[in-house]
């Protein structure tokens, strides 16, 4: 029996340059015969793009947690004026959230605010404390969010309103923000770019890094079928 996925998207489908999806995703994702649900910090229509031109069915967990979309409803678990106080704040201090000015990255989201990650860090974190949220680093942004939404637990969303059974679930990611996902699945694995954090909380780390990682174990599931 095929195994339902949790996947994360940037560092785990991506190209070891870090931009763009390795075109060989499309077709693993595609020919997968169990749900797929791809859990993101992005904002919640590039998971819902993705979804679409890959061709799978729309189960998405964005924004850490904070959008969650089970395919017919979408849940908000998350204020964002919250978020994009802290954001007006951190300008207002002189610090910029390093996107320019159209800002693409945050013109979308709904429940929380992303910085990029050369920007300061602990004036940000100040900021986020002083609001009552907290500052999740990916490796890619810096994600300001309420610290009760989490990947985890919009997997869990996502599952009771599909019927996927978590135990027999197969986790792959990069990042901090997938140590929850990695918590409520049977199965986990890090790819070789991940962080400390994820590295440390998956069931095993894979000797490769990025999609190269995530397609070897949508293999190996495959052949143990």
């Known amino acids: ?24 995703v499309f077709d693993a ?13 992005k904002a919640f229509p590039y998971p819902i793009a993705l979804c679409h031109f890959a061709g799978i069915p729309e189960l998405v967990v964005a924004e850490n947690g904070g959008v969650v979309y089970t395919g017919d409803d979408v849940h908000f678990n998350a204020d964002p004026e919250t978020p994009w106080a802290v954001a007006e704040a951190y300008e207002a201090a002189g610090y910029s959230l390093g996107w320019g000015p159209e800002d693409t990255v945050n013109r979308w989201r709904e429940t929380e605010i992303a910085v990029e990650s050369s920007q300061p860090e602990a004036p940000l974190r100040k900021l986020a404390a002083d609001h009552g949220l907290e500052v ?4 890619y942004a810096f994600h300001v969010k309420d610290p009760a939404v ?5 997997v869990r969303t996502v ?30 694995f ?14 095993e780390v894979l000797e490769g890094g990025h999609a190269d990682g995530t397609l070897s174990v949508l293999e190996r599931v495959r052949a143990d079928r």
């Open 1 to 24: 029996m095929t195994p339902p996925l949790v996947l994360d998207i940037d560092g785990t489908l991506t190209r070891p340059d870090r931009w763009g999806i390795d075109p060989r």
């Open 29 to 41: 994702l595609r020919e997968w015969d169990a749900p797929v649900v791809l859990a993101t910090g």
């Open 136 to 139: 999740v680093d990916t490796g």
């Open 150 to 154: 989490s990947k985890g637990a919009g």
């Open 159 to 188: 599952a009771d309103h599909v019927g996927i059974d978590l135990e027999e679930a197969v986790a792959i990611g990069d990042s901090e923000n997938d140590v929850s996902t990695f918590a409520v699945v049977g199965r986990s």
């Open 190 to 203: 890090a790819v070789s770019n991940a962080d400390a954090a994820a590295r440390d909380a998956a069931d």
